[in-house]
């Protein structure tokens, strides 16, 4: 069974830092994809990143490029995002999901695993205060 469990959420002031954590279990890791989604309540599930550990190709949303950095440890299954200079539009709950498509697609792996993936976490909260 596919597990997906993310951690490393909170509450932060814009500007500052923090970086979550999904730890993978019931797949071969270095077979699929796994990327950040948010959410704010009313709105849809929004893209944020993806990685694919077979070959490190990584993808970011316009919104996030050159703030955030996805990373993965393989040996550990577990998929990273640091998030530094937050804005308080970073407020969201954070799921990541796991998508056999190669994230190389970019913003089609997004609509991808939005549409079709059958494995998300729980999700985080993340609050960025002004």
């Known amino acids: 069974e596919v597990q997906l469990v993310e951690s490393g959420g909170g509450l932060v002031q814009a500007g500052g830092s923090l970086r979550l954590s999904c730890a993978a279990s019931?797949?071969?890791?270095?077979?699929?994809?796994v990327g950040w989604f948010r959410q704010t309540p009313g709105q849809e599930r929004e893209g944020v990143s993806c990685?694919?550990?077979?070959?490190?190709?990584?993808y970011y949303a316009d919104s996030v490029k050159g703030r955030f950095t996805i990373s993965s440890d393989n040996a550990k299954n577990t998929v990273y995002l640091q998030m530094n200079s937050l804005k308080p539009e970073d407020t969201a709950v954070y799921y990541c999901?796991?998508?056999?498509?190669?994230?190389?697609?970019?913003?089609?792996?997004?609509?991808?695993?939005?549409?079709?993936?059958?494995?998300w976490g729980q999700g985080v909260q993340v609050t960025v205060s002004s």
């Open positions: 999901v796991a998508s056999i498509l190669w994230c190389g697609y970019g913003r089609a792996w997004f609509s991808h695993s939005l549409n079709e993936a059958g494995s």
């Open positions: 019931g797949f071969t890791f270095a077979d699929y994809a």
């Open positions: 990685t694919s550990s077979s070959d490190g190709s990584t």
